[in-house]
């Protein structure tokens, strides 16, 4: 099985800090996401890779940056956290065949004070 | 512009009864659709997709999906609902257009009362 870890699953961290979320997938995929999950929005993706180093801006990167270095973790950082960051965060991971779906870890529920 | 609609915030649904979780979709090329269901505190776990050939695709814990060209459709059901089938429920679209983004409805919750 597929097996997405998030480094916490609940977070509380003050406005102004730089926050850091780490994602770890064992499955050798190519493909990581990050999205945020809001009641009532759905799935926002906010920034996803398809290689080490290699990134792309989703629906929502403001205030976010990402880091790949390696290609099982894919970390989300909020560079200065805001209260409107407050969300569940979502990581996934895939292959790059178009017929095979994302994987998902657990989640990180991120409360900014 | 790749959307996907699920127009119904909550079922509601006894137990024993089958059950429908409506979704429509909008891609340019052929579509790739995908349902996933997140109970309370965890992530989404895949349920099942259509990529091509037969319209009924069956999944995970006894759903089935049926592709509706025509109607730009993905309708989740199952026969018979149990109390655990209850959890959010979220249908996806991959569009043809060689993206790896997948589009997110804004989830459906599925009450089943025993």
């Known amino acids: 099985d597929v097996k997405v870890t998030q480094s916490s699953r609940y977070l509380v961290k003050r406005t102004g800090e730089k926050v850091f979320l780490e994602c770890v997938q064992d499955?050798?995929?190519?493909?990581m996401f990050w999205y945020r999950q809001d009641p009532g929005l759905g799935l926002r993706l906010i920034y996803f890779?398809?290689?080490?180093?290699?990134?792309e801006k989703g629906d929502i990167p403001e205030g976010y940056s990402v880091s790949r270095e390696k290609k099982e973790r894919f970390s989300l950082i909020l560079e200065s956290a805001s209260t409107n960051q407050t969300s569940m965060y979502l990581c996934?991971?895939?292959?790059?065949?178009?017929?095979?779906?994302?994987?998902f870890g657990d989640g990180t529920r991120l409360s900014i004070l | 512009a790749q959307s996907v609609a699920q127009p119904e915030d909550q079922v509601n649904v006894a137990e024993g009864n089958p059950l429908t979780v409506k979704c429509t979709y909008s891609v340019s090329g052929n579509p790739y659709l995908f349902w996933y269901v997140q109970y309370p505190n965890r992530g989404l776990q895949f349920l099942l997709k259509y990529i091509t050939g037969d319209n009924l695709v069956k999944g995970s814990y006894g759903f089935e999906a049926e592709f509706n060209k025509s109607q730009t459709s993905f309708h989740l059901k199952k026969p018979s609902a149990l109390v655990s089938d209850s959890a959010l429920y979220f249908c996806a679209v991959r569009g043809g257009d060689s993206s790896y983004k997948l589009i997110f409805g804004s989830g459906t919750r599925l009450l089943v009362r025993p």
């Open positions: 890779s398809y290689d080490v180093k290699m990134k």
């Open positions: 499955m050798d995929h190519e493909n």
């Open positions: 996934a991971s895939s292959s790059r065949a178009w017929n095979q779906p994302q994987h």
